[in-house]
């Protein structure tokens, strides 16, 4: 399924030079930690993690505390390599919950979890240097990807 992401880009622009490929987290001390709010000083983090996503093959989506960063921080990616980060993403609320088995790119196995199936997000996206708050809907595929993420940031281990 193809997702399209909107205001995505492949740099921030702020980082120059080649991209930081990190090591993907598989310690849960690290993954069950709850994430802190990130804030403008984390830029250099979400410029890592996008390039980390971007680097895994049909990777959709990773959080920070994946690559060791335990800042509330998630990027998405497309099919084409668009991608869309979020600084402290919040679900405000869900509907049409439904049962779903998810797997982890830093866990083995299945997790069994319920997500919705239309969310509204609350986040912090970077524009010209400065973070700017946002909220936004999303369903379906890109809907699932953020409940992950958001649980990511709450160090729960899916
Ligand atoms: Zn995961």
Known sequence: MT??????SRSFGLMKGLPMIKELVRDEAILS???EPATIEDVAVAQDLVDTLLSIEDGACLAANQIGVTKAIIALADDEGNTLVMFNPKVLFGMGAFKAE????TRDGITKVTRFMKIKVSYEELVDGKLKP???DFVEWPAELIQHMCDHCKG???
Do not use: A
Not at 3 to 8: D, E, I, K, S, W
Not at 102 to 105: A, G, K, Q, T
């Open 3 to 8: 997702v399209r992401l909107v205001n995505g």
């Open 156 to 158: 729960k281990l899916i």
């Open 102 to 105: 998810e797997s982890c790119l």
């Open 33 to 35: 930690t709850p994430c």
């Open 134 to 136: 946002r909220k936004r």
